[in-house]
């Protein structure tokens, strides 16, 4: 085998977990026709953060649909075998449909907050939930330079949107966070987006019940 090279089992793993995504993405799709949102129980607050970036994505979509339709007219155009066409236009669809899938999962997945938990996500793909009592601050901090969606470093949490954060939580304690591709860290501060940081703020300084 060559060094460096990942193992093929963790390749299988990673495989496994993409198309797990996939498909969990593409099913959110009818819930966010139907406005539907995914894991915000009676008495939590949802806390949004697809704002910025759907239409970004939707626009990103469009120009795929499109390309899509010119690489199908030039094969036509050049007599390219029916199969490798179908196959070119195949590829192109699914593309179409992941765009469409990520800003779904995206928008009914938010963020949320309840009397017991604070549970941050990005879409399908991160999904972390921590109890209060293990928060000892929040407070706003926008930044801008984050350089990817789900990143740690230094024990530094960071679940971004369109490379922005703008809450900051502080820990008690170490908590184990899982990355999209399987890898754990221990952290002990969460930087996240929201839609509306001070009404997520707001949220999350009421008091908690006994």
């Known amino acids: 085998m060559i060094c460096g090279s990942t193992p093929p089992g963790q390749a299988l ?21 139907l406005r539907r949102r995914d894991g915000v129980p009676p008495g939590a607050t949802a806390v949004p953060y697809a704002r910025e970036q759907t239409p970004t994505l939707l626009i990103v979509v469009f120009l795929m649909a499109l390309e899509a339709g010119a690489v199908e007219v030039l094969l036509r155009a050049w007599d390219v075998p029916a199969a490798l066409r179908l196959a070119v236009l195949a590829v192109d669809l699914y593309s179409v449909v992941i765009g469409l899938a990520i800003a779904a999962a995206c928008a009914t997945r938010p ?100």
């Open 13 to 33: 793993l990673t495989a496994r977990r993409i198309m797990r995504f996939d498909a969990m993405g593409m099913a959110s799709i009818v819930p966010w026709v």
């Open 111 to 210: 963020h949320v907050v309840s009397p017991t938990e604070l549970r941050i996500r990005y879409g399908v793909f991160f999904d972390l939930r921590l109890r209060r009592e293990t928060i000892t601050s929040v407070r706003p901090m926008r930044a801008y330079d984050e350089s990817g969606v789900v990143t740690v470093k230094d024990g530094r949490l960071g679940v971004a949107v369109s490379s922005q954060t703008n809450i900051i939580v502080e820990l008690a304690e170490p908590v184990t966070v899982t990355r999209p591709l399987g890898r754990r860290a221990d952290v002990t501060q969460i930087r996240f987006f929201a839609d509306d940081p001070a009404a997520a703020l707001a949220a999350l300084r009421t008091r908690q019940p006994r």
